[in-house]
T-cell receptor
Framework: AQSVAQPEDQVNVAEGNPLTVKCTYS??????LFWYVQYPNRGLQFLLK??????LVKGSYGFEAEFNKSQTSFHLKKPSALVSDSALYFCAVRGPYNNDMRFGAGTRLTVKP | DTGVSQDPRHKITKRGQNVTFRCDPI?????LYWYRQTLGQGPEFLTYFQNEAQLEKSRLLSDRFSAERPKGSFSTLEIQRTEQGDSAMYLCASSLGSGTLGDTQYFGPGTRLTVL
């Protein structure tokens, strides 16, 4: 069965500092990995995904993520955090043979000025 | 570009009543998904359509839940005899459906259901 773990419920960073939101996964076969962001009272917005190819994936709003197959991780990163990045972030995985996508429980990112 | 839309945005009902939600996917997207999200949790997969065919249903989708996509365009999710445990945000997503299952799902704003 496929699953996702986001080990941190909350991440706090100062504006201008780099940020990392962690994600590990378990799936049979090669994974399709996604990051979504959710702002209050709004739906999930797609940030980036890994399907195949380069392990470093660049996405919207300056975010990037690195796929690490040996560590089964897909951590989300940004070199310089903005206060407006404060939101709830979800990692998701889908296996090549699975119709359903599994989400982590989410990590609340707070960027302080 | 019109995104995924859902109607209604909010629904308050009494226990035992039936409710129906509608989802309009992005045009030309042939895959459509329903998820349920409760407070403090990530979305949980409920069901998946490829065009009008319902290809997968989660075990979370009890007999009281039914979903349709009659013409391969909009979809409805009906909950019969609602229970307080059904209170959640119901999310719809669609994807283009070309090639692999790695295509990006785009989410609607959700329908928040409160069962009193």
């Amino acid at each position: 069965a496929q699953s996702v773990a986001q080990p941190e419920d909350q991440v706090n960073v100062a504006e201008g500092n780099p940020l990392t939101v962690k994600c590990t996964y378990s799936v049979s076969g090669n994974p399709y990995l996604f990051w979504y962001v959710q702002y209050p009272n709004r739906g999930l917005q797609f940030l980036l995904k890994y399907i195949t190819g380069d392990n470093l994936v660049k996405g919207s709003y300056g975010f990037e993520a690195e796929f690490n197959k040996s560590q089964t991780s897909f951590h989300l990163k940004k070199p310089s955090a903005l206060v407006s990045d404060s939101a709830l972030y979800f990692c998701a995985v889908r296996g090549p043979y699975n119709n359903d996508m599994r989400f982590g429980a989410g990590t609340r990112l707070t960027v302080k000025p | 570009d019109t995104g995924v839309s859902q109607d209604p945005r909010h629904k308050i009902t009494k226990r035992g009543q039936n409710v129906t939600f509608r989802c309009d996917p992005i045009s030309e997207h042939n895959r459509l998904y329903w998820y349920r999200q409760t407070l403090g949790q990530g979305p949980e997969f409920l069901t998946y359509f490829q065009n009008e065919a319902q290809l997968e249903k989660s075990r979370l989708l009890s007999d009281r839940f039914s979903a349709e996509r009659p013409k391969g365009s909009f979809s409805t999710l009906e909950i019969q005899r609602t229970e307080q445990g059904d209170s959640a945000m119901y999310l719809c997503a669609s994807s283009l459906g070309s090639g692999t299952l790695g295509d990006t799902q785009y989410f609607g704003p959700g329908t928040r259901l409160t069962v009193l």
